[in-house]
């Protein structure tokens, strides 16, 4: 079986290792740090199977972040959301489908960057308001599209629940909800699509360890940030993640 794993220099294998830990950190303690995940994936894997290993480290996050943080969602946010993210993700399957990888990341890019700026506009241009129904299907919507073609509806839910003021074990709890049953409910797409294969199976497997250990970390420092820290790192995190995915071909 050892035979199916890539053949990658040793850079390459750390750079996996850094990111399974990254995966873990992003589901128990800073959303928006799996953006940086999936860019190095998409860097040092081929494309598909970059997209399909990632998301089965995703899913084995999501189970961390329920152990930790499954009391603390919000029921009726989820519920609320899932219509539209169910249209955006079979938007998603079909843009996947005929698009060319450089032209989805960057559309991915260029709407994350949108959505920052959207939220530091809220933030400082306008008096706080509540999210409004128009913004919370958009927000669905974009979420269910970006994270089916990319694994990218971490940062968009971040914006989302940053706009509607969610306190931190709230906001990891809900995505924690939101994200296990999304990825799930990805996952006969991307067979289907042949993102999923024993080859990536095999590669998530031997990175597992690292997911639980960014996880175990993640769930150390959460109890110590801030509030306000806890927002400006998800948005610096979302940005960086977004500017790689534009400016990188």
């Known amino acids: 079986m050892l035979e199916m794993l890539p053949m990658l220099p040793v850079w390459g294998w750390t750079l996996l290792v850094v990111s399974g830990l990254i995966v873990g950190l992003s589901k128990a303690a800073l959303p928006g740090a799996n953006t940086i995940a999936v860019a190095v994936f998409a860097t040092v894997l081929p494309a598909k199977a970059s997209t399909g290993a990632l998301l089965l480290l995703l899913i084995v996050g999501d189970v961390f972040a329920l152990w930790a943080y499954r009391k603390h969602a919000d029921w009726p946010t989820i519920l609320r959301l899932f219509p539209t993210v169910v249209v955006g993700v079979l938007l998603g399957v079909v843009f996947l489908?005929?698009?060319?990888?450089?032209?989805?990341?960057?559309?991915?890019?260029?709407?994350?960057?949108?959505?920052?700026?959207?939220?530091?506009?809220?933030?400082?241009?306008?008096?706080?308001?509540?999210?409004?129904?128009?913004?919370?299907?958009?927000?669905g919507a974009l979420a269910g599209f970006t994270t089916m073609v990319a694994n990218a509806g971490g940062p968009v839910m971040s914006m989302y629940f940053l706009a509607a003021k969610f306190p931190v074990r709230a906001f990891l709890g809900t995505a924690a909800w939101f994200f296990a049953l999304v990825n799930l409910g990805k996952v006969p797409f991307s067979l289907g699509l042949g993102l999923i294969t024993p080859a990536t199976l095999l590669?998530?497997?031997?990175?597992?360890?690292?997911?639980?250990?960014?996880?175990?970390?993640?769930?150390?420092?959460?109890?110590?940030?801030?509030?306000?820290?806890?927002?400006?790192?998800?948005?610096?995190?979302?940005?960086?993640?977004?500017?790689?995915?534009?400016i990188v071909p």
């Not at 890019?109 to 299907?137: E, Q, Y």
């Not at 360890?209 to 150390?220: E, I, L």
């Open 97 to 139: 489908a005929v698009s060319s990888d450089g032209g989805v990341r960057r559309v991915i890019g260029v709407i994350l960057l949108l959505l920052v700026g959207i939220s530091l506009w809220r933030r400082f241009g306008t008096p706080k308001a509540d999210v409004g129904k128009l913004t919370r299907l958009s927000y």
């Open 203 to 246: 590669l998530s497997l031997v990175l597992v360890p690292a997911v639980v250990a960014g996880g175990f970390v993640g769930r150390g420092i959460v109890k110590h940030i801030p509030q306000r820290a806890f927002e400006w790192i998800v948005l610096l995190l979302s940005t960086l993640g977004a500017l790689y995915l534009v």
